[in-house]
């Protein structure tokens, strides 16, 4: 009974090794090949604590990704990835105890939208040579941040229609970025490819905490001599 009982719990296992050498049985044209791809990326919220207790509370959000690179074997690929996003946020800011326009130590919040743009480079480890693979990856680049509030630096005038109008610059900065996944990929064809990874990816912003946001990406590519 107890051989019996053995054999019936190695069938899922013995099962999902023989679809594993199935799906790998496919003969694969990766090696010496480049590849561009596009789709998404879900990125979760995270809250950021700046110097002097500010603070900012960003939302999930979505983000649209496009890439390309080149397969020098059938494991290694070295690419270039973009990304842009816009996210809402909840803000905490602080009086300086230097202020004289405000009570030292007092706090605001407000609302605002944060827009974003990345470039990273990329370098993908696939560790298997068939149709379905496992894969790592590495990114690293800049991060470009428009935080939707306003600099200051403007200028107002009387608009004969509209009134006393005003326009000014948001705050902006170019930061590095650095992030790892992992992920699984399949091969739809001789040419076409879906990947599906985890990871995380770090922005490394000045008087503030580095945060660590936790991204999900989905895309689907070609591959081309």
């Known amino acids: ?20 050498a199935l799906l790998n049985a496919f003969e694969l044209k990766r090696s010496g090949s480049w590849e561009a791809y596009l789709g998404g990326q879900y990125v979760s919220g995270e809250r950021i604590d700046f110097d002097g207790g500010a603070k900012a509370d960003l939302n999930d959000r979505a983000a649209f990704l496009f890439g390309f690179g080149y ?9 270039a990835m973009f990304g842009s996003s816009s996210a809402n946020y909840r803000g905490t800011s602080v009086c300086p105890e230097t202020s004289k326009e405000c009570t030292p130590g007092e706090t605001e919040t407000f609302t605002a939208s944060m827009y974003t743009s ?21 990114n690293l680049g800049f991060t470009y941040i428009d935080s939707g509030i306003r600099s200051g630096d403007g200028y107002c005038y009387w608009d004969p229609w ?19 996944q992992v992920g699984l990929r399949y091969e739809l064809g001789y040419a076409a490819f879906i990947k599906a990874g985890v990871g995380l990816n770090y922005i490394d912003l000045s008087h503030a905490t580095n945060p660590g946001f936790t991204v999900y990406n ?8």
Request: hydrophobic share 35%; aromatic share 16%; proline share 3%.
């Open 162 to 180: 509209w009134g006393y109008q005003c326009y000014g610059t948001n705050y902006t900065e170019t930061r590095f970025n650095y992030g790892a």
């Open 1 to 20: 009974m107890s051989g019996k009982k053995g054999k019936t719990a190695m069938r899922p296992l013995m099962l999902l090794l023989a679809t594993l």
């Open 118 to 138: 990345q470039f990273n480079l990329t370098g993908t480890y696939n560790f298997m040579e068939g149709k379905f693979t496992p894969f790592v990856q590495g």
């Open 71 to 79: 397969n020098f074997d059938n494991h290694l690929n070295l690419g």
């Open 218 to 225: 989905l895309v689907i590519g070609m591959k081309f001599k």
